[in-house]
């Protein structure tokens, strides 16, 4: 798989240049003045060009003759004593298969020596270490390469996604069975986390939220640590990776197993507007377009329940929309969560409210991976000032909205493959009413 994507980043370079790729991976971070070391996970390019996840190595691929160079961290006995095992370069020659290896100490000759045109690397810090050689780099290719690469998965990515999704569709459905018993929020993050590290899954992709009632309009509530309330609801927004490659997926769901309104109405909207977006997703589809249907199916939902009034197409003029859905549809997926690609160079967020969140503004191809995750949500900091506001006043039902202002949000998140003619949904959770209880009822 690495040797694909090394290939594939090749290819977009004249192979005459002279001129070499520089990049180096991740460093463990320490907690200052403590023993407390974060958890390593490599840096996403370097891990998607070579497969290394040990921390402090190098990369140097030249162009010119098509060749890649593995550069390793001199380690010393003192490190085998304190953080273990210390492979010799064959291991790494062996295992990565690179056409040469060397120690980091060594780049300097290796540099002088091979006295390239440019380097392509990423960021100013790398540019300044390499400018310190000497060495002309250059930061504006590389990243928007990488990018382009990135964005069109092959066949061996997929797959690591699809299992990402497996179990993390298992670990939703596991705590969904456990919030109904739990009594904090907290515990239904440890109810979702065993199942993804007794798998062998030890990284997140991101910072789980697992909200109960009112905390679920928080977009990013990583808190997790409320009592829940009785009868109330729950949202989770979780996942897991493999081999770097990750599942995202949100589910609300009623805490005591059975939908009551006003979950039941407001959840059937946000299902809508998911199945809706999800049937059109295919290539030549603008990801802009698919948000603006979504929002569409919103206001005509809270139109049916008398929440909003007026025609949907004076609504979505004034973007009544963003005082209930104020956040993107979806984004690119891989090897990072919100992963790179979703912006070609040249392109800028659209200045509307909601859409200006949107991660994605492609027009999709087979090949690319996004998420669909509408969401509707009743915001008190959002819709007071409405209230109050001549645009937006005459749209709203302030009664009945008033009425709901404690109830929080709802949002439903699939990960979907664009396929040639459509896509491939590898969203494994149920969304229906239906399933879901099912679901809770053992």
């Known amino acids: 798989m690495h040797e694909h994507n090394r290939k594939k980043l090749f290819e977009l370079f004249q192979p005459s240049a002279d001129a070499l790729i520089y ?48 550069v390793l961290p001199r380690r010393d006995s003192k490190f085998a004593v304190w953080m273990g095992y210390v492979h010799p370069p064959e291991y ?53 390469a990488l990018a382009y690469c990135r964005s069109i998965k092959s066949e061996a990515e997929l797959e690591h996604l699809r299992i990402a999704s497996k179990i993390a569709g298992e670990a939703h459905i596991i705590a969904m069975k456990a919030a109904g018993a739990a009594g904090f929020e907290y515990e239904v993050k440890a109810a979702y986390e065993y199942h993804t590290k007794r798998n062998g899954l ?34 989770i927004d979780a996942g897991t990776e493999v081999e770097g ?33 999800i049937s059109g997703a295919r290539p030549g589809v603008k990801m802009e377009d698919l948000q603006l249907h979504a929002c569409r199916v919103i206001l005509d939902g809270l139109k049916g329940l008398g929440l909003v009034h007026g025609r949907i197409e004076d609504m979505m003029e004034i973007n009544l929309f963003a005082l209930f859905f104020p956040h993107g ?7 990072d969560t919100h992963d790179v690609g979703g ?35 009743m915001i008190p900091a959002l819709l007071e000032p409405a ?25 439903i998140e699939d990960n979907l493959v664009i396929t040639e003619t459509g896509y491939e949904n590898m969203t494994p959770v149920p969304k229906s009413r239906e399933r879901i209880e099912e679901v809770m009822a053992g």
């Open 245 to 277: 490659y990750a599942a995202d997926i949100t589910r609300t769901f009623p805490v005591s197993g059975r939908f009551e309104n006003p979950l039941s109405d407001l959840y059937d909207i946000v299902l809508k507007a998911i199945r809706e977006t």
């Open 92 to 144: 790494y020659k062996e295992t990565f298969g690179p056409d040469s290896v060397l120690f980091e100490d060594q780049l300097e000759l290796v540099f002088s020596r091979r006295s390239p045109e440019t380097v392509y690397c990423l960021g100013d810090e790398t540019a300044d270490v390499l400018r310190g050689f000497n060495l002309t780099a250059n930061t504006d290719t590389l990243p928007e």
């Open 202 to 235: 030890l990284h997140e992709p991101y910072s789980g939220i697992f909200a109960s009632g009112a905390n679920s309009a928080i977009l990013h509530y990583v808190e997790n640590n409320r009592a829940i309330p009785k009868n109330s609801h729950f949202l």
């Open 23 to 70: 990049l180096k991976g991740g460093t463990v971070l320490h907690r200052y003045n403590t023993d407390f070391e974060y958890s390593f996970r490599q840096e996403s390019n370097f891990m998607y060009l070579t497969g290394v996840k040990e921390p402090d190595f190098q990369l140097i691929m030249d162009i010119k003759d098509q060749t890649w160079h593995l």
């Open 343 to 377: 912006y070609l160079k040249g392109v800028e967020p659209i200045d509307r409210p909601g859409l200006r969140f949107l991660r994605a503004r492609r027009t999709l191809e087979k090949g690319m991976v996004i998420t669909i995750e509408p969401g509707l949500y």
């Open 387 to 411: 209230f109050k506001d001549k645009t937006n006043k005459p749209f709203l039902n302030e009664s009945k909205l008033r009425k709901l202002l404690g109830f929080g949000g709802i949002r």
């Open 329 to 335: 549809l979806g984004h690119f997926l891989g090897l």
